[in-house]
């Protein structure tokens, strides 16, 4: 049987719906090649198939785009060739079985988007294509039983899908609650995520211009009682001590495991906070400066940096509390010494000549010095992300020409200025600032605000923080600046309140669906009182609740099976609808006794209860045209008793 021209376009709205979730996914120009495939596909075939030339033609065409951008076998190269498949389908499909394979074929689109995906829009995206794709198969089932397609309602097959969702329900929280937690998801990180731009284990100037224009979530925090001012916001990542003239490299020894303890002197903990940190394709843990314990699962280096164990594939939640370093009269040791003051001796000799000037001019007033070099930098210089590019000596023309850099620069030069003074100092990268969402109560730390800043030994205070850069713009350090709020439009701020309800709600998935791991499945195991429970434990209870569910959605499924006839389907209809004065047909009742209880109890539905229940009898026993029959069930429909 062919597809008709009133379901046709039923079926390709539901592949679209499919295709859409994935389409975002995909790199553009790989998306629009599939897309404009798709159209064309669909018109140039709408009644008769494409010649198989043409269909080749075009698969040699959405491959190639596929590969062009996509090099070589991978996650969403397999998507993208999904996507592909998907767009030419549509030229092979003339019949209801055609129509049936196309909108089964197509709900695996919106499934894989979660191979690169996994925030709500994509659920939502593909919640509404699975539930176009279940009422479409059941229009394709009406049209192979000849329901005419203009009696054709969606209300019927709507409430059928609800009830098949709401008897899948069971199955899917058990799976949810009881399926054992891996420590990292079976299709591991979301390719995007390897991909971006990010804190590193090296930094050389100029490379984090891209990263600083990123206003995607690196993580998300919430402090239970007083939060830090803004300056005190800094959430230290890897701390760099070598430098070669160009590259900034961190200290080549493995983080230790402190069992817990920390390694930084601290004051008395004033900061507790729970830190949500997104998915990353690296071992650096960025958290408020200084922890007081280190959490589990997590090594610490000696200067303060936080390392785990494995990188962060997936969104972790972290309870921490911090406090600020406590003063440290502890002398340097001569090695560290040693190494925080190397410099490489044949680049920048004016910065290095500078530092040695203004040591002759402080003596042995470190902080004079320090203070000097921030008031320069003050005086003189300007906060640009569009920088030249660097030369061999590219601090000397930064101080002495150029004076315009971002933190990368002024964190560099900051310091090579305090080593050629003789001042211990280093580089640490992290996060400074962040934006505080007024409608769900948290910090968002976001990849713009990626930074650099530096440490110097003071003696009788320690490893000291020193931010050059807030010395030139301390507003876009501490994420202050008004047109830097997420939501707003230059001026405009009319979407900043839409935007924080909507990553409140982003906050809220992250926290319930992709935050629910491991750790926080035992927690859900401990209120009710189990401390424990192994691995086989788990299985066994997960494998009883699916046995349940599966038993229920078989015996719901026996109670409602549907009716295969329409015209049955729809008498049956009538009589439900009789059941609401008592009057249901029971099924041993012939249809005459049936219409006689009705005579009796309604006398008003007697005579066009009398037509029907003729005219239904005589269609059910003799065989009578198409039309008639349709015609039937369209007035059972409509009659309320």
Request: net charge positive; glycine share 8%.
């Amino acid at each position: 049987m062919n597809l008709d021209e009133k379901t046709r376009p039923y079926v390709m709205l539901a592949l679209g719906l499919c295709m859409l979730p994935l389409l975002l996914q995909l790199e553009i120009p790989v998306a629009l090649t599939v897309t404009g495939t798709a159209l064309l596909t669909t018109i140039a075939s709408w009644r008769n198939p494409l010649p198989g030339v043409l269909k080749i033609l075009l698969l040699v065409i959405v491959v190639t785009a596929v590969f062009m951008v996509y090099r070589g076998f991978g996650r969403d190269t397999g998507c993208a060739l999904l996507a592909a498949m998907l767009a030419i389908k549509p030229s092979e499909t003339q019949t209801v079985r055609d129509g049936r394979s196309l909108v089964g074929f197509g709900t695996f689109a919106p499934f894989s988007t979660y191979l690169l995906n996994q925030s709500p829009t994509a659920l939502i995206l593909g919640a509404i294509a699975v539930v176009v794709a279940i009422l479409v198969l059941m229009r394709l089932a009406d049209l192979e039983n000849q329901v005419d397609s203009a009696d054709w309602s969606p209300r019927e097959p709507l409430r059928a899908t609800g009830k098949l969702l709401l008897t899948g329900l069971p199955l899917a929280m058990a799976a949810f609650w009881l399926f054992p937690r891996l420590p990292t998801p079976l299709w591991g990180l979301p390719e995007k995520s390897v991909s971006k731009v990010g804190l590193g284990d090296t930094m050389k100037p100029g490379e984090w211009s891209e990263l600083l224009l990123d206003d995607t979530p690196a993580m998300r925090v919430r402090f239970q009682g007083t939060p830090p001012s803004s300056q005190d916001l800094y959430w230290r990542g890897t701390v760099f001590w070598d430098f070669d003239g160009v590259e900034w490299k961190p200290d080549s020894a493995a983080a230790i495991d402190t069992g817990g303890r920390s390694l930084i002197k601290t004051t008395a903990s004033r900061w507790h906070y729970t830190a949500d940190v997104e998915p990353t394709d690296r071992k650096i843990l960025p958290l408020l400066e200084y922890s007081t314990a280190v959490p589990e699962g997590v090594r610490m280096n000696v200067d303060g940096a936080l390392r785990t164990e494995t990188n962060m594939s997936n969104l972790t939640r972290w309870q921490v509390e911090a406090a600020p370093a406590a003063l440290d009269p502890t002398p340097l040791s001569r090695v560290i010494r040693q190494r925080a003051l190397r410099l490489p001796n044949d680049l920048n000799g004016r910065t290095r000549a500078l530092g040695r000037q203004w040591r002759s001019e402080f003596g042995s007033n470190d902080e004079g010095i320090v203070q000097r070099a921030l008031d320069t930098f003050h005086r003189d210089f300007t906060y640009s992300l569009t920088v030249p590019q660097p030369g061999l000596h590219w601090i000397d023309d930064f101080m002495f020409q150029n004076k315009v850099g971002f933190c990368e620069h002024y964190s560099t030069a900051f310091v090579v200025l305090m080593r050629a003074a003789g001042i211990p100092a280093r580089v640490v990268t992290g996060y400074a600032g962040g934006f505080y969402n007024k409608t769900g109560d948290y910090w968002l730390i976001r990849n713009s605000d990626a930074h650099a800043w530096s440490e110097v030994w003071l003696n009788g205070r320690g490893w000291t923080r020193v931010d050059p850069t807030a010395a030139v713009a301390a507003a876009n350090i501490y994420d202050t600046l008004e047109e830097r709020a997420p939501g707003r439009i230059g001026q405009f701020d009319g979407f900043q309140r839409l935007w924080e309800v909507s990553d409140s709600l982003r906050r809220g998935w992250n926290d319930f669906i992709l935050g629910f791991d491991a750790k926080r499945q035992a927690g859900m195991f401990k209120r009710f009182g189990i401390n424990k429970m192994d691995s086989s434990t788990l299985i066994a209870l997960f494998v009883i609740a699916v046995v349940i569910a599966m038993a229920w959605m078989v015996l719901l499924l026996r109670r409602g099976e549907r009716v295969a006839d329409p015209l049955l389907r729809a008498w049956h209809g009538l009589s439900k609808r009789y059941a609401k004065h008592g009057l249901a047909r029971e099924a041993y009742e012939p249809v005459h006794a049936w219409l006689d209880r009705i005579t009796r109890a309604r006398p008003e539905n007697a005579a066009a209860m009398q037509a029907l229940a003729e005219r239904f009898s005589a269609m059910r026993y003799a065989a009578v045209s198409r039309e008639k029959t349709a015609q039937l069930i369209r007035d059972i429909k409509r009659f309320r008793p």
